[in-house]
């Protein structure tokens, strides 16, 4: 863009030369762009007036000198012996301060003086400013991202490396627990390998939540094979309707019959729907209803890309999601405020997690192609739908 810059200014002052003098990052004055007429890059820059670039610096005010040999004003402000017979210097100021310098001159071109119409010349710098202060923009924020990239690297290296150290030492607890449960005890002793168990249980179920989002989010694509989804929906809902039993809710399934065979992976969808689902069991009261269903799109909203797609949606009566929250809710590591603690205690059932699940299940239907809203009212439930093109 700089060199375009400079090529425009040649052709439109009939200058022989064009330089954009710039800072660099150490706050020095480098010549950034030197072009001839012709547009070709220059390789020395001899009979630059340092004394114009001086002037130009402490007044920030454009310096046009139309004859140097005659010019009186500005008599022994520059030597006589330039070659230069007309010379144009500008600075360009971004936010008010001082970014570098246009400079232009007819270098060996006697009797040809500069066309200069100063102010579409002024008009030329404003516009010249802003887009050289885009560009910065946009640089800067080229840098910012590579540095947010590679922070998330570093925290997806990190959370892998952690949440692997955790699992090791959890399988060992595990099998103490199971030691300690056939053995026969006191009832008090008993009470504390139950609380023993319930505390390994929770901490089994954050290093899970952290290894899943942490395989999911690092994959660029994933491998799929044609399932029917009744297949994975039957096994989410017998383990819903197993972990839910004794807080006396109703699980239902509504699957459309003949619903075709879609594209899946199937260990990663199985994994969203039960986080899904558990979620759905979190944050309903006892006795509350949740509904596990699947369907062709019926609605616009449900298409991609203007086709039709398998709708997945988990429905619960819960105490929902309040407005507000609704925009964060997809977000890694985000936990609402003040949310219901059921009363039957069951650890599973608390909101204890890390606040994984619904970013981990986001991911999952982006690898398929997918995508995933929610629908929620405060106090009256939630229902989460998932979109999967019929075909990849």
Known sequence: MEQEIIGFILEYTGGSRGFLIKKDEMGNFVYSVALDESGHLLSNYVSISKSILGEVFRTRKPLYIADVGKDK??????????????????????????????????????????QINEDFIRLLMIQI??????????????????????????????????????????????????????????????NTV??????????????NDIINFTKYSLLKTIEKSFFRIEDILNNVYEEAVRISLERHMIIKREIEPNLPLVPMNWEAVY????????????FTKDFGTIIIGARHSTFQQEEINGKETLVIYV????IGIPEAELKNVFQSFYEMN???????????????????????ARRIAELHNGKIWINSKENEGTTVFVAIPLEQ
Not at 76 to 102: K, M, Q, V
Not at 131 to 150: C, G, P, V
Not at 151 to 161: E, G, Q, T
Not at 315 to 318: A, L, S
């Open 129 to 190: 400013s802003v887009s050289l202060k885009n560009a910065l923009q946009y640089k800067d924020l080229r840098e910012k991202s590579k540095e947010i990239q590679s922070f998330h690297k570093l925290k997806s290296k990190f959370i892998n490396i952690v949440s692997h150290e955790l699992n090791t030492p959890l399988s060992a607890l595990k099998s103490y627990v199971n030691r300690l449960k056939k053995l026969k005890i006191e009832n008090d002793d008993n």
């Open 315 to 318: 429905q619960d009566n819960g």
């Open 271 to 282: 994994l969203m729907l039960k986080n899904l689902v558990l979620n759905a069991i979190r």
């Open 338 to 360: 003040d949310i219901y603690s059921h009363s039957s205690g069951y650890v599973e059932f608390r909101s204890s997690g890390l606040g994984l699940g619904l970013a981990t």
């Open 194 to 207: 139950e609380k023993i168990e319930e505390s390994v249980n929770k901490l089994s179920y954050v290093t």
């Open 73 to 114: 004003f500005l008599e022994g402000f520059i030597t006589r012996s330039s070659e230069s017979f007309s010379i144009y210097c500008a600075p360009l100021l971004i936010d008010g301060n001082f970014y570098g310098f246009i400079y232009i001159d007819n270098y060996k071109a006697p009797q040809k003086p500069l």
